[in-house]
């Protein structure tokens, strides 16, 4: 069973930053897609960041030069660190996983072909 549990997020001033960290396991595959979204209040899923098993990376138009993801194989742990935060991006932020997949800026789009979620951490950014 794939598990995933998302940590680091609080509340931060603009301008700030924060690193974000998901513990994955039970991925069973080789060929895998992980990612961030995250949801607004009032607003759908966006995703944000992915990366797949060759090191492949996607971003979103609104996060790109300011975040970055990275994949930490020896202990399984996602992260997503965050910089030049903005009051935009305050949103419960997902972890996300999909085998068989590649990070692509279209799979971004498409949060349905992720079969795995985690629980969320909150981010919030004051202006």
């Known amino acids: 069973q794939v598990q995933l549990v998302e940590s680091g997020g609080e509340s931060v001033q603009s301008g700030g930053s924060l690193r974000l960290s998901c513990a994955a396991s039970?991925?069973?595959?080789?060929?895998?897609?992980l990612g961030w979204f995250r949801q607004a209040p009032g607003k759908g899923r966006e995703g944000v960041a992915l990366i797949d098993s060759d090191g492949s990376t996607a971003y979103g138009d609104s996060v790109k030069g300011r975040f970055t993801i990275s994949l930490d194989n020896a202990n399984n742990t996602l992260s997503l660190q965050m910089d030049s935060l903005k009051p935009d991006d305050t949103a419960m932020y997902y972890c996300?996983?999909?085998?068989?997949?590649?990070?692509?800026?279209?799979?971004?789009?498409?949060?349905?072909?992720?079969?795995?979620w985690g629980q969320g951490t909150q981010v919030t950014v004051s202006s």
């Open positions: 039970g991925l069973t595959s080789s060929a895998y897609c």
């Open positions: 996300a996983a999909a085998q068989f997949y590649k990070a692509t800026y279209g799979l971004l789009l498409a949060p349905h072909r992720f079969d795995y």
